[in-house]
């Protein structure tokens, strides 16, 4: 169970705080939904669909038009 509450450890640690706190504030199911998606718990969430398409569009997006090393301190270039 730990390791799906990864990315929600990462989101609170590096997230932005005002977007934590406008997300909170605005809709606090929001925040739940948010919570469970990065928890692993995907099925049947409205932000599925969103991130799947969004996902679509920026990794081609990035892969046609990105540089080639996508960190600094790569010692090779990915074979994508």
Request: net charge positive; proline share 8%; charged share 20%.
């Amino acid at each position: 169970r730990a390791h799906t509450e990864i990315a929600w450890t990462f989101f609170q640690s590096l997230g932005p705080a005002p977007a934590r706190r406008w997300i909170a504030k605005t809709d606090p199911s929001l925040l739940i939904e948010w919570r469970n998606y990065l928890s692993g718990q995907k099925d049947g969430s409205p932000l599925q669909d969103v991130i799947t398409r969004a996902d679509m569009v920026s990794v081609p997006r990035a892969l046609k038009s990105g540089g080639r090393q996508l960190f600094a301190s790569a010692k090779r270039t990915p074979l994508i």
